[in-house]
């Protein structure tokens, strides 16, 4: 599994980003693929998740309304379209691949299950929000 994230960078307050996550080397439509925050000093939560099988999405109450998870099957990539920034938001985005196959189910709701720390992650994509 490769996971390879791409878009960050600097934008003022109210701005917006793309970042993108390319995937390889495993069977796309059987993954859940989940984006994660990290800010400076603070652990890792999850702000949006898409079920590759079934298109399910889930947002953190931080982000609903402002953010957009979406995937192009055909690249095999996933998208998470980021709006209306603030500085809270700042910090590094990973991408994350969790089989549904492995776990049963779907894990877009349950994004502070352990598993989604035992699982494939990407490098991460630097995020920052100046006020």
């Known amino acids: 599994v490769q996971l390879v994230e791409s878009g960050g960078g600097l934008v003022q307050r109210g701005g917006s980003l793309r970042l993108s996550c390319a995937a390889s080397g495993f069977d796309f439509a059987g993954y859940d693929i989940g984006w994660f925050h990290q800010a400076p000093g603070q652990e890792r939560e999850g702000v949006s998740c898409?079920?590759?099988?079934?298109?399910?999405?889930n947002y953190a109450s931080s982000v609903k309304g402002r953010f957009t998870i979406s995937t192009d099957n055909a690249k095999n990539t996933v998208y998470l379209e980021m709006n209306n920034l603030q500085p809270e938001d700042t910090g590094v985005y990973y991408c994350v691949a969790l089989s549904q196959r492995r776990y049963g189910a779907s894990l877009c709701h349950r994004m502070g299950d352990r598993a989604w720390f035992f699982t494939s992650w990407g490098q991460g994509t630097q995020v920052t929000v100046s006020s």
């Open positions: 898409i079920s590759l099988s079934d298109g399910g999405t």
